[in-house]
């Protein structure tokens, strides 16, 4: 049963009847009906009622309110108004989205996930990593750090993103080395467990060892990637990490 007294606080004494009818039929009955429509069909209801009168007020802040807490998403109401826009108007559905963005506005982070890894880096994210697009599930991005005597690559992997199994080839020397510098990752070499990795946190993987790197599932991941000299050096791009390798991994 949904119970409301904002009736009886702001104009019990000045209207109780009104209050009363408020706060014990309207919601204490009408709302509280379940059994015929959801607490959330009736917020969507009363929202677009609300809206198609052009009653942006406390009264519709309200609503938006309890439409959140009774389910309806960010995604939804703003599919909602935009529905209504067509029916009630324009200028009413502007209004209604001024108020519905303050009110699913912690729902948009003012920093996204992407930018709070990049700042908490000493080195760049960088550019989308299309050169290498195919060898990897996800999105990865890469910044030249160094490209003269020794490369150095800060390589980042968004959540769930991973490379390939691969090896780096060489007659002698090469491989390639590992310094993680931000978030969360996995390195993993063939018939071994999968190693987490943090920030500090030093690979060395020799030549001619098939493995795999990425970040975790719930976070961005980031390591310099620093290219061992050798001769004759290669890399040999295999298949891909399947889920049922990965999605073992928390």
């Known amino acids: 049963m949904v119970k409301q007294t904002a009736g009886r606080k702001q104009l019990g004494a000045f ?98 996930a992407k930018e709070a890894h ?28 160094s490209t003269e005597q020794v490369g150095i690559f800060n390589v980042t992997f968004e959540p769930g993103c991973r490379n390939n199994w691969h090896i780096h080839h060489a007659k002698s020397g090469g491989g390639q080395i590992l310094v993680c510098v931000g978030g969360r990752g996995y390195y993993q070499e063939w018939g071994k467990e999968a190693q987490e990795l943090h920030p500090g946190d030093v690979v060395n993987i020799p030549a001619g060892v098939k493995h795999w790197h990425g970040a975790a599932p719930d976070s961005w991941f980031s390591h310099l990637a620093v290219e061992v000299p050798g001769v004759d050096g290669s890399n040999e791009w295999l298949e891909a990490v399947d889920d049922a390798v990965y999605g073992i991994l928390k």
Do not use: C
């Not at 389910?71 to 989205?97: C, D, N, Q, R, V």
């Not at 989308?128 to 697009?133: H, I, L, Q, T, Y």
């Open 118 to 145: 990049e700042r908490d880096m000493l080195f760049p994210i960088g550019s989308p990593n299309d050169g290498f697009a195919q060898y990897f599930i996800g999105q990865s991005f890469l910044a030249p750090l």
């Open 15 to 112: 209207a109780p009847k009104f209050a009363e009818l408020n706060d014990d039929v309207l919601f204490g009955e009408v709302w509280s009906r379940e059994e015929k429509l959801s607490l959330r069909d009736r917020s969507l209801v009363t929202v677009v009622s609300l809206m198609a009168q052009g009653l942006v007020d406390s009264s519709f802040q309200y609503h938006l309110e309890t439409a959140k807490k009774n389910g309806i998403s960010k995604e939804e109401i703003a599919e909602i108004l935009t529905h209504a826009a067509f029916y009630a108007g324009w200028p009413k559905a502007w209004a209604a989205f001024r108020m519905a963005k303050e009110v699913w506005t912690e729902d948009t982070p003012t920093e996204n």
